[in-house]
């Protein structure tokens, strides 16, 4: 079975470019989250969705943040405009209900990342 | 509000030693415990959860961690190290819908 999908795997932009991070979860999850990872700050969590509605953006850290997920396939993060404090590693995770387990004992499936550079 | 706290940014062990990362936890109920593990380059990858029952919970690669209400401690252990062990191990708790909290991670490096 393929796991977590992200694209692409490396990005290289200018300040002030829009970016765009993509992912696909795994078929037949129902949650996903978006993770960004630096050395200061570690690994934090930006948003996730159940079933394909944003439960907690708290997370976002401004307005230039945007993220979407129009199906249950398909997800996007979007930077507009970027900013070099904004490199860092991006992942990707999803997660499916399992009989007999509240949602909090879920484990996420991660994705490779998407290492972004702003120059 | 609920908090993760890994105490050792990094550690050195000896390929052969034994291993114990630590991990402390804040969260006002039973919690869900997790622990991941980093490769470099990759993504993380579960290794063992704790949720109810055996206190003592065995995972993936020969780990094994304990729950310890009374310390709010759930520390990651293995016998015996292995250089593919050399990684970056993040203890998680989880609480409320589907929200995971993370520790800031413990770099494990190993030495022939």
């Known amino acids: 079975d393929a796991g977590v999908i992200q694209s692409p795997r490396h990005e290289v932009t200018e300040m002030g470019q829009e970016v765009t991070l993509r992912c696909k979860p795994i078929s037949g999850h129902n949650s996903l989250f978006w993770y960004r990872q630096t050395m200061m700050r570690g690994l934090e969590l930006l948003i996730y969705?159940?079933?394909?509605?944003?439960?907690?953006d708290s997370g976002m850290p401004e307005d230039r943040f945007s993220a979407k997920m129009p199906n249950a396939s398909f997800s996007t993060l979007k930077i507009q405009p970027s900013e070099p404090r904004d490199s860092a590693v991006y992942f990707c995770?999803?997660?499916?209900?399992?009989?007999?387990?509240?949602?909090?004992?879920?484990?996420?499936?991660f994705g490779p990342g998407t290492r972004l550079t702003v120059l | 509000a609920q908090s993760v706290t890994q105490p050792d940014i990094h550690i050195t062990v000896s390929e052969g030693a034994s291993l114990e990362l630590r991990c402390n936890y804040s969260y006002g109920a039973t919690p869900y415990l997790f622990w991941y593990v980093q490769s470099p380059g990759q993504g993380l990858q579960l290794l063992l959860k704790?949720?109810?029952?055996?206190?003592l919970v065995q995972g993936i690669k020969g780990f094994e961690a304990e729950f310890k209400r009374s310390q709010s401690s759930f520390n990651l252990r293995k016998p015996s190290v292995h250089w593919s062990d050399a990684a970056e191990y993040f203890c998680?708790?989880?609480?409320?819908?589907?929200?995971?909290?993370f520790g800031t991670g413990t770099k494990l490096q190993v030495i022939p």
């Open positions: 969705f159940n079933n394909n509605v944003p439960i907690d």
């Open positions: 995770a999803s997660s499916s209900p399992q009989p007999g387990l509240a949602s909090q004992g879920n484990e996420q499936f």
């Open positions: 998680a708790v989880g609480g409320g819908y589907q929200k995971v909290t």
């Open positions: 704790y949720f109810s029952g055996d206190t």
